[in-house]
């Protein structure tokens, strides 16, 4: 009759149990729920326009706020969406070499760039865009339009908090 192995050790208990509790509850925090809006929102982008057009989500926000603002610096793009100046510019630098994005010069500054859309930049936003308003019109359709005034005013003064240095109060 062969040998039976052991039984293995029970599991071993840690020698200090520390009693831990969260800070933030993901229920209860409107930043939290903000970013989970956003990617639910995001997420059929990858399905339906990702590999068809060779662009992530980011990259997609960068050309919707270029048709918005032509003509706009990268250092503004990068102000304006509140990404940091490199992700801009690697973005920029594909979306330029999609033939999506154009690079004028500027005349008050020989460093500087206006960036805008070209056509076939124009073509892919004009297509996505349309998909975007329809997406946001299905959610929106949730609330009032007093409750949708009322988000976007709150959502302005939100960014414009954001947007403020948060070391600015800080004494070095």
Known sequence: MPARS????????PAVVHDH??????EDSPYYQIWVLTNL??????????ERFDLNLTEWRILLTLADK??????ALAD????DKMSVSR?????????????????TDRRSFHLLLTEAGWAVYEEIAQAAIER?????????PAELKTLHKLLGKLSERAR?????????
């Open 6 to 13: 052991p039984a293995p050790p029970p599991p071993r208990r």
């Open 21 to 26: 509790h969260t800070l933030l509850s993901t």
């Open 41 to 50: 929102t995001g997420k059929p982008f990858n399905a339906r326009f990702g």
């Open 70 to 75: 032509p003509y706009i610096t990268a250092q």
């Open 80 to 83: 304006y969406t509140g990404l």
């Open 91 to 107: 973005v920029v630098r594909k979306l330029e070499a999609q033939g999506r994005l154009e690079r004028e010069n500027s005349a």
């Open 136 to 144: 946001e019109a299905d959610i929106y359709a949730g609330l009032t």
């Open 164 to 172: 403020l240095d948060p070391l600015a109060g800080e004494s070095a």
